[in-house]
């Protein structure tokens, strides 16, 4: 059994991360593995690449959305600044209440904080940095967490437990860019195991281009692929659909696993 356990998926708008999320997901499952996945992306796509039926997304609400819960768990209504919350609340029993559990997969929808500065503290965010805490240091299942491009979700005290963060990047300079900016993020951080994905890629030239500028090591590369924009227009789920690119998300995963186990001797 690997022990890769906790894997952060980031990276600039539409370069696919939320379908790498959903197959590596599906590819632990299918495993016998327990698995949570975790949508920390605003954009909030990751039920619908799981394949989740609507009746079953209508059950999963962000929970930074959760008014009445927040003021419970902090002391302090959502949106509030400058007074006294509880910086530490209680949220063990979050990940299980509040999630939903479809085809072998968890799904916890942690949502977005509407905030005037990315350092502004509030109820919300007090909440989640909590919740984040306690999925990566105090839950035993394998964590795939599909992240907006940055690391705001992290902090000091948790990213040594992530096994590895995954910058998912196309063949285009914007997304590479923001693939450097990720890095030294993520530097601040102190994160060290820190690797590249490609995805969308049609050629050999695609594949070159992103060796070339990549700034972290690549550990494999997915193919642009009309099953995968077929799924997305379906709500289907891209494991089903998307042979080719299954198997190269397995290729992909072995990667990482071997990185992290070298790292770890």
Known sequence: ??????????????????????????????????????????????????????????????????????????????????????????????????????????LLKLGTIDVGGSGCMCPESALLKALVTHLLLYRDEVMIMDMEAGVEHLGRATTQAVDAMLIVVEPGRRSLEVAGRIRELASDLKLQRLYAVGNKVRSAADRDFIAAHSPVPIVGYLSASVEVIDADLRGAPVYEVAPQVVEEAQVVLAAIEAKVQESAS
């Open 1 to 106: 059994m690997s022990g890769l356990q906790k894997i952060a998926v980031t990276g600039k708008g539409g370069v696919g991360k939320t379908t790498l999320t959903a197959l590596l997901a599906r590819i632990y499952a299918q495993q016998g593995r327990s698995v949570i996945a975790i949508d920390a992306d605003p954009a909030g796509g990751l039920a619908n690449a799981l394949g989740l039926p609507r009746e079953v997304v209508e059950q999963l609400k962000p929970i930074s959305e959760m008014e009445e819960l927040i003021y419970e768990r902090t002391g302090a209504k959502p949106g509030s600044y400058g007074g006294f919350f509880n910086l530490t609340p209680r949220v063990d029993d979050i990940p299980d209440q509040y999630s939903v559990v479809y085809d072998d997969i968890r």
